[in-house]
C-alpha cells in the first residue's frame, strides 16, 4: 500500500504536516490506523510506503487515508481501496 499526499487538498488542508493511513476488515471491521506519519514539506517527500504484517491469508482489507495540518484539521478520507491477501501454497 503506497499513499500519496499532494497540493491538490481543499485549500484549509493546503498546509498539511502529516497523514494517517487506517485499516478494516472488508464492509464490516473497525478502523484502525496502520500509519500516523508526521511530514515537513521542505524535508520530505508527500509519500509513505507501508507494510501491513498482520493481514490473514483470503481476508478482504479496506484501507482509507487522510492529511492533517499543525491545529489538527483533519481532510476528508481518501476513496476506500480494498486488497484482498491471496491464500498461500501449502505443499
Known amino acids: 500500500m503506497r499513499a500519496t499526499a499532494s497540493d491538490s487538498t481543499p485549500a484549509p488542508i493546503r498546509d498539511f504536516t502529516g497523514f494517517e493511513i ?6 464490516a471491521g473497525t478502523w484502525a490506523p496502520v500509519l500516523h506519519q ?11 510506503g ?10 478482504t482489507y479496506e484501507y482509507r487515508a487522510r492529511s492533517y495540518d499543525a491545529a489538527g484539521n483533519y481532510s476528508p478520507y481518501s476513496a476506500v481501496q480494498a486488497v484482498t491477501v491471496p491464500v498461500a501454497q501449502r505443499s
Open 50 to 59: 507501508v507494510c501491513d504484517p498482520l493481514p490473514a491469508d483470503g481476508h
Open 38 to 48: 508526521g511530514y515537513d514539506p521542505r524535508t520530505d517527500p508527500a509519500t509513505a
Open 22 to 27: 487506517e485499516r478494516r476488515e472488508a464492509t
